[in-house]
């Protein structure tokens, strides 16, 4: 690690591995600790709130390059792997997240889908939209509404 203070041990105990998604073979390391409002790995440093991502990125990685931002490639957001985070420019996030967006008729679908008592699971709802299973848990829990 390049710099290892920017995490401690605590922090390492709240990571899962999750053996049943990833990339390239590399499996999504969950966070099991708190989540922002969008969905992201947070930990409290100093009393401030960092995204945890973040930190493992710039522990393992390096600094993350001025003006650009992190983007999951697994699409977990709440995955802290390094190796499942490509810093791209913010136009570059945007552009690849609007294809992994919900419409309004999936939302209302997906709602519709959950009231029942033998839909799917979150986890295969979200694989069959390709969506990751947080999307649909804030989703379901009204957090989120993600317009096109
Ligand atoms: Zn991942």
Known sequence: ???????????????????????????????TGALDGGGYAMT??????????????ESIRGEIPSGLVLDHLCRVRHCVNPAHLEAVSNAENVRRGSNTKLTMADAMAIRDEFAQPNSRTKTAIAAAYGVSRTAVRLLLAGETWVAE
């Not at 390049?2 to 969950?30: F, H, K, T, Y």
């Open 1 to 31: 690690m390049r710099n290892a203070a920017l995490l401690d041990p605590r922090d390492l105990r709240r990571m899962e591995i999750q053996s049943r998604s990833g990339v390239d073979g590399a499996p999504c390391i969950l966070w």
């Open 44 to 57: 409290k440093r100093n009393g401030r709130s960092s995204k945890v991502h973040r930190l493992m990125y």
